[in-house]
């Protein structure tokens, strides 16, 4: 299957201080990549649309300020979590989807604790 | 709005038993997926169904798709404990982004 990395797979960090969380498809180049967010013991919850080359689309509820998006290539996506607060602690999931398959691949995640 | 319902949430079943897992959905779609995630871990994909009737299968779990009655479901037949997990359904959108259902946490017991 398509391979999709993450980097860092966890990371602990300060109130107030911003997180940057790589997502790098290594296999084909992905226009369009996809960032969820899940809570211990919840479902996955879809926060952006990432685009190569242009704006992400944020789903409602989720901070576009805040949660800074840039697909600056084909094969790479960050999320930079800005001024943290523990509540933004959680499992954050990137995806790619192989337009031919239709089949979504998803990233080793990235666990982020806020303290 | 998108709406998935998987149900149940939580099932415990014995090894050897065969039981289903009910995804439904609210608006029409023709893709649907399942996903298995192991405690700590990121999604496994399981199956991607796109059309009304579509029925895949990987060793004990089969998965089908009722476009018509926006209803998918995974069956398992002869539980084992490897397969304790939890299960997502997840339709797909015209966008590609997915909407979850509230998952279902399987165990097995021996």
């Known amino acids: 299957g398509a391979v999709v990395s993450q980097h860092p797979s966890w990371v602990i960090c300060k109130s107030g201080t911003s997180v940057k969380i790589e997502c790098r498809s290594l296999?084909?180049?992905?226009?369009?990549m996809f960032w969820y967010r899940q809570f211990p013991k919840k479902s996955l919850m879809l926060m952006a649309t990432?685009?190569?080359?242009?704006?992400?689309?944020?789903e409602q509820g989720v901070e576009k300020d805040k949660f800074l998006i840039n697909h600056a290539s084909l094969t790479l996506s960050t999320l930079t979590v800005t001024s943290a607060h523990p509540e933004d602690s959680s499992f954050y999931i990137c995806?790619?989807?192989?337009?031919?398959?239709?089949?979504?691949?998803f990233g080793p995640g990235t666990r982020l604790t806020v303290t | 709005e998108l709406k998935v319902e998987q149900n149940p949430l939580f099932l415990s079943m014995q090894e050897g038993k065969n039981y289903t897992i009910y995804c439904n959905y609210s608006?029409?779609?023709?893709?649907l997926y399942w996903y298995r995630q192991d405690p700590g871990k990121s999604l496994e994909s399981l199956f991607v169904?796109?059309?009304?009737?579509a029925v895949k299968q990987e060793g004990r779990l089969m998965a089908s798709l009722d476009t018509k009655a926006r209803l998918s479901t995974l069956h398992i037949t002869a539980a084992v404990h490897d397969l304790s997990a939890t299960y997502f359904c997840?339709?797909?959108?015209?966008?590609?982004?997915?909407?979850f259902g509230g998952g279902t946490r399987l165990m097995v017991k021996p």
């Open positions: 995806s790619k989807i192989d337009s031919s398959s239709y089949e979504q691949y």
């Open positions: 296999d084909f180049q992905a226009t369009t």
């Open positions: 990432s685009n190569e080359g242009s704006k992400a689309t944020y």
């Open positions: 608006t029409t779609s023709d893709r």
């Open positions: 169904l796109l059309s009304n009737g």
């Open positions: 997840a339709v797909g959108n015209a966008g590609n982004m997915l909407t």
